[in-house]
Structure formats: structure tokens, C-alpha cells
């Protein structure tokens, strides 16, 4: 029987290929607004080049400092699957680096997000396998573990259950459960037009900026 705090549960599928691809080029700050600002990472931001990020979530939690079963998890995971892990915020030794990344990109997976610390900063800043961390310590991890797969963890204050929709770019993160993908996507969809409504009446001149003052007169400035 293992020790206490090992586990390894199913992996789940969650949110279907197809909404994936709809938020291909949602921005996160749209999508956050639809979600009523009140969810997604602060702390956390991206190592990587392109800034994006999207996948299912592949959860992992772990003793901070230890990455023991993050390794596990690059194994178990699938190609897209975006491996999170919830290393308990802390910042002194770094969960993964250089070579960690290249087996997950090796591997087909969608990206990699450690609440905690990473090294090798230059090499993943070169390249286009998605990253996100909250911060970079040179020292490295410890490998004894406990920790467990596909099980709810929280990153950075917010709460992802395993299969859930990860999304994220230069602004942070958001994780969509799978039920809630398709009306959020909707609502994203037409805040994105209406935006892009505004933007051409400022290019136009003919932007009304009347709410301003009338905010304040009913406030009774």
C-alpha cells in the first residue's frame, strides 16, 4: 500500500476538442470579464515565447519543492493535455526546467503550469512550449514526493478540477469547466464584437462618450 498522500485517479476528458479550438483566439481578459471578473491567476505569468496557452487539464498535486509526481504525470498525460500543478506556491526550489519541457514537448502535450518556481528561463524563453510559473529559483527539486494526479488543486487562489478547459496569455490564466465552456464561448463571441464596434468609432471620431457624465450627474457630481 502506498504511504499516505500518494495517489494516481483516472484521467478525465472534460472539455471536448471542439470548444478547445473555439477559444483558440479568445483574449483571457474578455474571457474573464463574461466570467464576472471573479476567477483566473494574478500571480502566475508566462516563461514561453508566444504567450498562449490552451489544453485540458491534466491536475497535479505535490509537496512543494518535490516533483516526483510531476514526472509521473508527463508519462501519463495525453498530447494537448496541459499539465497543472499546484506545488503549493512556493518559490524556493523549482519544480521543473529545461529538460522536464522538452519531454513534455516531446510528448505533444499542451503546456505546462507550476504554481511555484522554475529554472532554465532563457532556454524556455526561446521557445514556443507553453510555460507558466510564479516565480524562478536556480535550485532544484527534490524527487520523494507525496503528491497526486487528476484530483482538484488550486493555482494561485483558483480552483481547477481535472479536464478542465486551461486558457491563458500574456494577462494570466483561466480554467472553464467543461459544462460551462459552450455559454461562455457565446457571451465571449459577442463582448469580442462589441469591442470591436467601439474601436471603429474611435477610428471613425464618432465614439459617444456621454455614459461618462452621466454616471457622475447620477452620482451626484
Excluded: C
Aim: charged share 25%; hydrophobic share 45%.
Amino acid at each position: 500500500m502506498p504511504a499516505f498522500g500518494f495517489a494516481i485517479l483516472p484521467r478525465q476528458s472534460g472539455v471536448s476538442d471542439d470548444l478547445i479550438q473555439q477559444y483558440r483566439d479568445f483574449a483571457v481578459a474578455n474571457i474573464s470579464d463574461v466570467m464576472s471578473r471573479t476567477t483566473g491567476t494574478t500571480a502566475l505569468r508566462p516563461f514561453h515565447a508566444t504567450r498562449r496557452i490552451l489544453g485540458r487539464a491534466f491536475t497535479v498535486r505535490t509537496r512543494p519543492g518535490d516533483n516526483l509526481m510531476v514526472h509521473k504525470a508527463l508519462d501519463s498525460a495525453e498530447p494537448g493535455d496541459v499539465l497543472v500543478v499546484d506545488a503549493g506556491g512556493e518559490t524556493r526550489n523549482a519544480i521543473i526546467g529545461e529538460i522536464m519541457v522538452a519531454w513534455g514537448a516531446r510528448r505533444g502535450l499542451g503546456g505546462i503550469v507550476i504554481d511555484g518556481a522554475i529554472r532554465d528561463t532563457d532556454t524556455i524563453g526561446a521557445g514556443d512550449f507553453p510555460v507558466y510559473a510564479r516565480a524562478i529559483a536556480h535550485r532544484g527539486p527534490y524527487k520523494d514526493g507525496p503528491g497526486e494526479l487528476n484530483v482538484p488543486v488550486s493555482i494561485d487562489g483558483m480552483v481547477v478540477l481535472p479536464g478542465d478547459l486551461i486558457v491563458g496569455d500574456a494577462d494570466g490564466l483561466l480554467a472553464i469547466r467543461a459544462d460551462e465552456a459552450a455559454p461562455i464561448a457565446e457571451k465571449v463571441r459577442a463582448l469580442a464584437a462589441s469591442e470591436a464596434q467601439i474601436l471603429a468609432q474611435i477610428e471613425a471620431g464618432t465614439l459617444d462618450r456621454g455614459w461618462v457624465d452621466a454616471t457622475l450627474k447620477a452620482k451626484g457630481v
